[in-house]
């Protein structure tokens, strides 16, 4: 995780600011900036948001270099030691740093031996510390040859405006414009800057300044070609809601119009044929936190119309699970980001034996985009808030349009009918809602077959952001264990949207009512008086056609965490400990 960025020109002070803000997803521990000006370096740093950096940082007009970093804490606790830039020994030359080195503690013991000393904890700070008193093309060669783990880093020293770098596994990009040089872990920092932008590969080192950029790999000059910036940033400016969070489930309806626009064009339907032409016997569908229950959905849809064997798999132990994969094995790949390392590795893992792999993301331009055999975009836009919504929303329906179209059926009049059923629910009733249960230590959500899915993603979104403890069963599986925490503190919600399971689920429901347990409905179907009396409170949900109540049910349940993290003070956009993008294992 972290973010890095790198500038030559005027202004390094406002660019470098601008950069962590767009980079702050990926971090936001601490944020620290090094400028160079005639031969001096300046260092501020701060702990938490880019905001508070912002107000101890002096900015000029003068020409001038400087990296910058936002964290997200790793190696080593929230402090202003640990903020980045790192310093060499003789504090001439400054680095940042995204990555875990994994040999730290080797190096360190080496360097300390060698009375090197250090300032803080983090594995970063030995980079640094490897440098002695001179930074050339050279010296940055020998310290990354001994660099084991990942890495995007950026190096200065106070002699020169020129920014060396190197990259092993984690993304770093390049461009240059007439007036600057810029460097980031995320080409989003070159809009309205630039045109177009190199990527630098695994392996790659090299150095930029106003008069050249050198790349190599194994002491050998590359020649690399120029990717064209085609993302826009339309998406960062959040004028109408108070939080991006809240702004993004409303978008779920602009992913679906994008995504009807764009699943008709040549260009997808050829991807998608392509797709439909393999010839498979297992299918697997790979991804992490919210994109791992998106795949449990598509699983859904890919029994019920592939009608073949399809395991979804968290990606953080897809290769340690000994699993079945051969040329005739389909890997579909999850993930907003296209840069979560853990899927990332059983992409990597699945194509050595053989697989065929698919990327469902956000990021066109992703490490999982470029290194997948087929890339289906979700077109949700940007997603700023680490909760992911309007992603999740798109990923499903790419996976309906998936398993509709490998089983040779129509999609898009379906997807259309749906596109007017979708209802974002009375924020009122849920607000009401929030309030009864933000004080509360302790939720449980309840649900059968594809409810259950639905139901581990409500409590993902709402332990993520309002850090109550939430936990998701199914139904049936109450009276095996978990019966036995229920008393009348205890508050549990219940999704049912399959009028064929109603009957179980009420079993259920009473069997905690019997035991004290309030009970919180989510529901599209009627009720009986009767019925209704088991439940404190019953949110209605417009039904739709069921391939699609997942995506109605999940609205008002993203809304309720809203709601309820907005009600405990949080910043539900930037939760605690977390970060949008997880580049590392
Ligand atoms: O970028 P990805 O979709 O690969 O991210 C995967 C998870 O880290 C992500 O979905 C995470 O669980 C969300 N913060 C949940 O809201």
Not at 115 to 122: H, I, P
Not at 248 to 276: F, G, P, R, V
Not at 358 to 378: G, M, R
Not at 572 to 581: E, Q, Y
Request: aromatic share 8%; glycine share 6%.
């Amino acid at each position: 995780m972290c973010g890095i960025v790198g500038y030559i020109g005027n202004a390094p002070e406002e660019h470098l600011l601008h950069g962590l803000e767009v980079l702050e997803y990926r971090g936001y521990d601490s944020a620290g900036i090094a400028v160079i000006h005639h031969g001096k370096m300046s260092i501020y740093k701060e702990i938490g948001r880019v905001a508070n950096l912002k107000g101890k940082v002096i900015e000029t007009e003068e020409f001038g270099a400087g990296i910058a970093h936002t964290r997200w804490a790793t190696h080593g606790k929230v402090s202003l030691q640990n903020a980045h830039p790192q310093l060499s020994q003789n504090k001439d030359i400054a680095v940042v740093h995204n990555g875990i080195i994994e040999n730290y503690n080797l190096l360190k013991e080496q360097l300390l031996k060698n009375g090197v000393k250090f300032d803080g904890d983090t594995d970063s700070e030995v980079i640094a510390k490897l440098f002695k008193d001179n930074l050339s093309i050279q010296t940055l060669k020998e310290v990354i040859d001994r660099l084991e783990g990942s890495y995007a880093t950026l190096v200065v020293s106070k002699n020169e405006n020129r920014i060396y770098f190197a990259r092993n596994k984690l993304p770093l990009y390049l461009t240059k414009t007439s007036q600057s040089i810029i460097l980031a872990s995320d080409p989003m920092c070159f809009i309205n800057q630039s045109k177009d932008y190199y990527d630098i590969g695994d392996g790659e080192y090299g150095y930029a300044d106003l008069n050249s950029i050198k790349i190599y790999k194994n002491d050998q000059c590359v020649r690399k070609k120029k990717n064209k910036i085609s993302f826009n940033i339309k998406t960062l400016a959040n004028k109408e809601f108070n939080h991006y969070m809240l702004k993004e489930i409303y978008q779920s309806k602009d992913a679906l119009i994008n995504i009807l626009e764009n699943y008709k064009k040549k260009k997808i339907i050829k991807i998608l044929n392509h797709i439909a032409s393999i010839d498979t016997d297992k299918i697997y569908l790979i991804g992490c936190g919210t994109a791992y229950h998106a795949g449990l959905i598509g699983k859904t849809y890919l029994k019920k119309y592939l009608k073949k064997e399809v395991e979804c798999v968290l990606a953080s132990e897809f290769i340690y699970q000994n699993n079945i994969i051969t040329n005739k094995t389909l890997c579909i790949f999850i993930s907003q980001s296209g840069e979560t390392a853990d899927t990332i590795l059983a992409l990597k893992h699945s194509q050595k034996f053989g697989a065929k792999t698919v990327c469902i993301t956000n990021v066109t331009y992703s490490s999982l985009a470029t290194l997948a055999d087929f890339t289906l975009p979700i077109y949700a836009g940007v997603e700023r808030a680490v909760a992911s919504t309007k992603a999740y929303f798109a990923q499903c329906i790419i996976l309906y349009i998936l398993a509709r179209k490998m089983a040779g059926r129509r999609y898009l009049a379906n997807i259309k009918k749906f596109l007017h059923e979708i209802d974002f629910s009375d924020d009122s009733l849920i607000q009401k809602l929030a309030t009864m249960i933000y004080s509360k230590r302790e939720i449980f959500f309840i649900g059968k077959s594809v409810d259950f899915i639905t139901c581990e993603e409500a409590s993902l979104k709402l332990k993520e952001i309002s850090y109550i403890n939430s936990q998701a069963f199914a139904c049936g599986e109450l009276k095996h264990g978990t019966l036995a925490l229920i008393d009348n503190k205890k508050l549990i919600i219940v999704i049912a949207t399959q009028s064929q399971l109603l009957n179980k689920v009420l079993s259920s429901a009473s069997e905690i009512k019997s035991r004290g347990g309030q009970l919180v409905l989510f529901t599209p179907l009627s009720l009986t008086p009767q019925i209704k009396k088991i439940f404190k409170v019953i949110i209605p949900i417009k039904q739709a056609e069921e391939d699609f109540m997942p995506l109605q049910t999940i609205l008002p349940l993203q809304k309720l965490a809203y709601f309820t993290a907005v009600k405990k003070g949080n910043d539900p956009d930037m939760p605690r400990n977390l970060a949008k993008s997880v580049t590392v294992e």
